[in-house]
């Protein structure tokens, strides 16, 4: 009798349980799950460059992700591949409401294409508001990093409250040995998180890498282009030890594009590999830190 009356008290407890719990939504079923999505891979990758606009684009990205052992990206937009009108950034929103969690979005607006503060967070906000989680990748043309037209979107993002990738080469976001016009930048606005990215890396071996971002709470770097374009790629002792020394402020990226759908990886997958780096380490550069940056957002971007 007792244990009929304990299994049958169990039951009970079930079915009220079951009544308690609500139903998922039909969206919430159409959309992969975070949990779902940690499953497809070890890396997040923070930069790539990937068509968005037309309908199926986010697929073969999907497709790509789990060809290359990635769980989550994050895809900044070109000129090329941005929508261009009203039609193809509501498919481009709709393409993204379909992988949340997984494939997600920067923004961008260059620096001729607002004349003013108050314009400038309006266009960043309205790419907030709809899904963006940061602004870039960031290319200053014919400009110091510092120049007065790229620090008004600089204040934009902080005020809106968006990190900023920023490329660096000698014709864009230009500087001077030591970086000093970064200088300028990041105590100017420390309360916006900047990421750097290309010829940040030419800086490593005097020192300049190390010192910033070990001074600048606000400055972090991804680790594309490094493989091919920095002492990264020629010696993996240097490598290793400066990815330890430098763990919290680190992200993987690749830099692969829709030039890279049936290629060979970027050379970054096997750089991660060959430095065998401790476990926690590794964990930061290649989930963690960008994780701690780009949380998953919880609501629904507004269209």
Known sequence: MIGSKFIGNCWICLAVALLRCPAASAEDAARPSEQTAAEHGVFVDA?????DRQKGDLAKVDAWMKQNDVQRVINHPLAQSRP???DERKQMLENYAQY??????????????????EEAVAALTKEKDSGAIGFGEHYGVGMYIDDPKNMRLYEACSKVGLPVMFH??????MDEKGLPHLEIVLKKYPGCTFIAHSDWWKNLEDGTCDRLLQTYPNLYADISCTA???RFGRDNKFAREFIIRNADKLLFGSDSGWWSFGKEQAPEFSLVKQLDLPAETKAK???ENASKLFPIRRENPRK
């Open 228 to 230: 091919k374009r920095s």
């Open 47 to 51: 930069h790539v460059h990937f068509f």
């Open 100 to 117: 949340r969690g997984r494939i997600e979005r920067f923004c961008i607006v260059f620096p001729d294409e607002v004349s003013s503060l």
């Open 84 to 86: 261009r009108n009203d």
């Open 168 to 173: 660096m080469d000698k014709n864009k976001n």
């Open 285 to 287: 550069l290649l989930v």
